[in-house]
């Protein structure tokens, strides 16, 4: 009785399509017709109300190209019919009609299709909709939705109907699956928004993870490729506005990575690569490009890079390779004016070394600064407003020789190395760890003149004497 009903939709939509498509052009769309279809499409038997909706839908995402009657007259293809070659059929010329068709089609397609193709729930609640003995009659209709859903989410720039769109996205995957042209296209028009709409970058990131997660391999490979370059081009300033933003997006990066190891360890060890190969050139160059190369590896872009890490313990083996490539930046960009970069960088080692479980000796970057005479005695100069240390890479000349300066350099090099030593104070050696830590700090406070330097410089010697006698005891 199915096929029977399912032949005669075919018949009617064949001369539907044809009267239509002929002399007659687009038709104009009502609000009628779409109560017929969403009524029909409820009962879930029904070839032509499916097909019909599915046609007004692309009319509306190319409403512009449906009122061209320029175009109508070259007799311009769509992506619609049974062998893939009918027109745009329906024409809008309502706002209320339009929105009507939207709303129904973005909150109701996906269950409408799944009622149609007796879609059941397989394991971990997936749908396979290349299982139902209807798809291939229904294949170039989902074909055609999918596409236009997909178009249409590229030509937006309002944030609210961006957000709608790829939410229905993420729900009509399933249906994107047989399509790996269709899927690369979301894929990119996901990235898209993810980089440069705020507003949308959760969502972005939700569709870009279940693609990844729903897609045959190879496609998360173009996932971890593309998310990772849309960070990268995302980096390049970083200021106090978009640096919440930006530390957001590294998350996104890090828990994408994490969804297959072995695919993520080659793209992570090439780009490591490649990082390791800018700090190569800056310490190789010869004094004609010394500028240029030491700016590739100071600048915003590089160090955002760099500050992703390898942060799962599956890809341990990718940090010593990642130590080894951080600590060579610290070493070369070792003036008083880099001092924002070496903490930011120290801390990304610290994290590492914490989730990874290995000891990074951090302890004489940190140290290395106490050691400066500029500590020793109050700068008579009072400096310009404080300095954001999260979101500078180096000071003007002005500022290092201020008060403000001296002041911020000493509380994040003291906190940098409480944050550092507490990584490491359950360990059995924490009292030979913090030896030479100890001894330093002891001749800092004996050497300054500046007596709150001095009274930190002594709790914090309190602190780890304190922590080291604990672990002997235990």
């Known amino acids: 009785e199915e096929e029977e009903e399912g032949e005669e939709d075919s018949a009617?939509?064949?001369?539907?399509?044809?009267?239509?498509?002929?002399?007659?052009?687009?038709?104009t769309l009502t609000m009628n017709m779409i109560a017929g279809w969403a009524k029909a499409l409820d009962k879930g038997d029904s070839f032509r109300a499916l097909r019909d909706m599915v046609r007004a839908f692309e009319s509306?995402?190319?409403?512009?190209?449906?009122?061209?009657?320029?175009?109508?007259?070259?007799?311009?293809?769509?992506?619609?019919?049974?062998?893939?070659?009918?027109?745009?059929?329906?024409?809008?010329l309502s706002g209320q009609v339009f929105e009507r068709l939207m709303r129904l089609c973005i909150t109701r397609m996906d269950a409408f299709l799944a009622k149609y193709l007796e879609l059941k729930p397989g394991e971990g609640g997936k749908i396979n909709p290349q299982s139902s003995a209807r798809w291939k009659k229904v294949s170039p209709i989902v074909k055609a939705y999918v596409k236009s859903v997909v178009s249409f989410s590229d030509t937006l720039t309002d944030p609210v109907m961006v957000h709608m769109l790829l939410r229905h996205a993420e729900r009509v995957i399933p249906?994107?699956?047989?399509?790996?042209?269709?899927?690369?296209?979301?894929?990119?028009?996901?990235?898209?928004?993810?980089?440069?709409?705020e507003q949308n970058r959760v969502q972005a990131f939700v569709v870009v993870r279940r693609l990844a997660l729903d897609m045959p391999h190879p496609f998360i490979e173009s996932c971890y490729k593309g998310m990772y370059l849309t960070y990268v081009r995302h980096v390049k300033f970083t200021n106090p506005n978009v640096l919440h933003g930006q530390l957001f997006m590294a998350q996104c990066v890090v828990e994408l990575f994490g969804l297959d190891m072995s695919a993520a360890y080659e793209h992570s060890f090439v780009y490591i690569r490649q990082l390791a190969i800018q700090l190569r050139g800056a310490l190789t160059a010869t004094s004609q490009k010394t500028k240029e190369s030491h700016q590739a590896i100071t600048c915003w872009q590089f160090v955002n890079s760099l500050l992703l890490g390898p942060a799962e313990n599956q890809l341990k083996s990718l940090v010593y390779p990642y130590v080894q490539v951080t600590l060579g930046v610290i070493k070369h960009v070792n003036a008083p004016k880099y001092y924002p970069l070496r903490m930011r960088l120290c801390?990304?080692?610290?994290?590492?070394?914490?989730?990874?479980?290995?000891?990074?000796?951090?302890a004489p970057f940190y140290l290395d600064i106490l050691s400066k005479k500029d500590l020793y005695k109050t700068s008579n100069k009072g400096g310009d407003q404080p300095i954001e240390w999260?979101?500078?890479?180096?000071?003007?000349?002005?500022?290092?020789?201020?008060?403000?300066?001296?002041?911020?350099?000493?509380?994040?090099?003291?906190?940098?190395?409480?944050?550092?030593?507490?990584s490491v104070c359950y360990s059995p050696s924490f009292a030979e760890i913090i030896v030479h830590v100890v001894m330093q700090l002891r001749v800092f406070a004996k050497a300054t003149t500046v007596n709150r330097f001095r009274r930190q410089a002594k709790d914090l010697i309190d602190k780890l004497e304190k922590n080291a006698a604990w672990v002997n005891r235990a």
């Open 347 to 362: 801390a990304a080692l610290t994290r590492v070394g914490y989730h990874a479980k290995v000891y990074i000796p951090l």
């Open 175 to 197: 249906y994107v699956r047989p399509f790996p042209k269709v899927a690369r296209k979301l894929l990119k028009v996901a990235l898209r928004v993810f980089g440069a709409v």
């Open 12 to 27: 009617e939509g064949g001369d539907d399509a044809e009267g239509e498509g002929g002399a007659r052009g687009p038709q």
């Open 390 to 422: 999260d979101t500078t890479i180096k000071v003007s000349k002005q500022a290092l020789s201020g008060r403000v300066y001296q002041e911020g350099a000493f509380e994040e090099t003291l906190k940098g190395l409480l944050v550092f030593l507490s």
């Open 60 to 92: 509306a995402c190319h409403i512009d190209n449906v009122n061209d009657a320029a175009k109508q007259k070259k007799g311009e293809k769509g992506d619609i019919g049974e062998d893939d070659s009918v027109r745009l059929k329906f024409r809008i």
